[in-house]
């Protein structure tokens, strides 16, 4: 059987885009919300868990970065950003869940039994689960404005204060239009 230089290609390139795209080691996160609450919002700690905040310095939040472990690259660490933030309020920790009522608070722990099985495939973040790839990250609104809290999975996603988010290795744009 023979197949044309299109049909071949296409094969090379549909099974290029399925492939996991390796990470950096460390790197910011960035959430892209789909309904315009969350437009392009960092990532924080507080009290254990992910937040998400469009504020430039928003209070009682610390900045983080995250990093990928060389044995497990699925699990993530959050560090705190000591360069953004000099007083960190924490030590880095895996990224799991922690199942509530109602939905997971995606939070900060100590071990990896918990901890998400993350992958990038280019510049978004997808959690593996079994051998589908899923992406179900939600904010939460606080009762603080602009900012919210990461959730996954939750039972009703259909709640006023859940806002559907993507989450990206792509910076925002600068007001100045550099990189």
């Keep these: 059987m023979h197949f044309s230089a299109t049909a071949k290609s296409f ?5 290029a885009l399925t492939l996991p795209v390796a ?5 910011d996160l960035f959430a892209y919300g789909t309904d315009g609450g969350i437009s392009a919002a960092s990532l924080f ?10 504020l430039t310095t928003p209070v009682n939040l610390t900045s983080v970065y995250f990093t990928r472990q060389s044995n ?12 953004a933030n000099s007083n960190a309020s924490f030590t880095a920790g895996y ?15 100590n071990a990896t039994d918990n901890a998400l099985d993350l ?7 997808f959690a593996r689960i079994g ?4 992406n179900p990250f939600y904010g939460i609104a606080t009762s603080t404005t602009g900012i919210w809290q990461l959730v996954w999975s939750p039972e009703n996603t259909h709640a006023d204060q859940l806002e559907p988010v993507i989450l990206r290795l792509m910076r925002p744009p600068r007001p100045d239009g550099r990189n």
């Design 11 to 15: 094969g090379l390139l549909t099974l």
């Design 23 to 27: 990470a950096q080691s460390t790197f």
């Design 45 to 54: 700690y507080e009290n254990g868990h992910i937040m998400v905040s469009n």
């Design 72 to 83: 497990s690259p699925s699990a993530w660490t959050v560090q705190p950003n000591t360069t």
């Design 95 to 109: 990224v799991g869940l922690k199942a509530s009522t109602n939905c997971s608070l995606v939070e900060v722990g």
């Design 119 to 125: 992958v990038l495939f280019g510049q978004s973040v």
């Design 131 to 134: 051998d589908k790839m899923r």
